[in-house]
């Protein structure tokens, strides 16, 4: 039985574990381990996580499969009118090319019509070619780059990805 569920005040601490684990497999060819202990302190702290589910503009949820959170995707309103940002979705590696990644991108749209926005944006590391292509089949076309100084002598060197999904009917 899998289930896309809302975050609720005690999943932030196994929630920042599961992207602890994820992260240092997955990005351990693209970026530092200094930069990754960095970027997990700064997006995965369980007391920011916890601070972020009372916001009315973001939108945390887990990826449950038979009790166990495998996966995970945080969605937020952008400054730009009617646009949503995927800023996290994360699969663990045991769970991966099972139709998950699919399931939370579905739900994202669903959540970016129900916040009354048209269109849908991610940035994803220029060498995580598995994701890049995963989002392309997904619909999402690169339309820039994102160069961004995340602070403590780092940067992330993104592309911008989008879609503007269709309403269903």
Not at 38 to 52: D, F, K
Not at 67 to 95: A, E, N, W
Not at 103 to 109: G, N, P, R, S, Y
């Amino acid at each position: 039985m899998i289930n896309i569920l809302p975050l609720t005040k005690t999943d932030p601490a196994s929630v920042s574990l599961l992207a602890r684990e994820i992260w240092f497999r997955h990005y351990r060819d693209m970026l530092s381990n200094a930069q990754i202990h960095y970027m997990l302190a700064q997006r995965y702290c369980p007391v920011l996580i916890q601070s972020q589910l009372t916001e009315e503009n973001i939108w945390w949820k887990k990826l449950v499969k038979d009790g166990t959170t495998i996966g995970f995707s945080c969605c937020m309103r952008t400054s730009m009118q009617h646009v949503m940002k995927i800023d996290k979705l994360y699969i663990h590696h045991g769970h991966h090319r099972k139709g998950y990644g699919k399931m939370l991108v579905d739900d994202a749209v669903k959540t970016m019509h129900c916040a009354d926005c048209t269109a849908l944006i991610l940035t994803v590391n220029k060498q995580n070619y598995t994701a890049i292509q995963a989002y392309r089949h997904y619909g999402f076309e690169i339309t820039g780059d994102s160069v961004v100084d995340i602070g403590g002598g780092f940067v992330m060197n993104d592309y911008l990805m989008s879609i503007t999904p269709r309403v269903s009917i």
